[in-house]
């Protein structure tokens, strides 16, 4: 069993990732009624990947004889601006999430958790890719210059970035 402090703070975790999953689904939803097909595509896989993170915080909990919270989420806007304005949001909401996966393993290590701990690790390199990757998009985004006669640009980009994420998911398959 897993200690109470820590209990909630996982099911917090849960929610937090399930907020996440929607809110890329209202970003897809939203690049998708513009036209912008690469960056829908992009958000709808990243909406599929906060749906695993969560559902392997569920695994997690069951498998230490705890029963996890299924969270309820609200209507999420679907009132984005640009598509810049969408990737600092998608930033800002990853620091986030980073902060509290870091705020779980002081928990953890106060706790003498050892098993979080490790089951967190893999939270932390996950984090610091996917922060990474929204920066490199961002920076590409304000190099482009983002206004009517750009957009097309930025959203063959973001395809090309759909088929290198693509082939290196296949690399890792191998
Ligand atoms: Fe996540
Ligand atoms: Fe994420």
């Not at 912008?36 to 695993?52: C, P, V």
């Not at 909990?61 to 600092?88: A, G, H, R």
């Not at 509290?100 to 967190?120: G, P, R, V």
Request: glycine share 4%.
């Amino acid at each position: 069993m897993l200690n109470k402090e820590l209990e909630k703070a996982l099911n917090e975790q849960i929610l937090k990732e399930a907020e996440a999953s929607f809110s890329y689904l209202s970003m897809a939803v939203w690049c998708e009624f513009k036209g912008l097909e690469g960056s829908a595509r992009f958000f709808y896989r990243q909406s599929d990947e906060e749906k695993l993170h969560m559902m392997k915080l569920i695994g997690y909990m069951l498998e230490m004889d705890t029963k996890p919270i299924v969270p309820s989420i609200q209507v999420m806007t679907n009132d984005y601006t640009s598509v810049q304005s969408i990737f600092e949001k998608t930033l800002t909401q990853e620091q986030s999430v980073t902060q509290s996966i870091h705020n779980l393993i002081t928990l953890a290590n106060k706790d003498n958790d050892y098993a979080t701990q490790n089951f967190l690790q893999w939270y932390v390199s996950e984090q610091r890719e996917e922060e990474s990757m929204i920066r490199k998009i961002l920076d590409k985004i304000k190099l482009i210059g983002e206004g009517p006669m750009t957009l097309y640009y930025i959203d063959k980009e973001m395809e090309r970035i759909n088929q290198e994420i693509l082939s290196q998911e296949g690399e890792a398959a191998v």
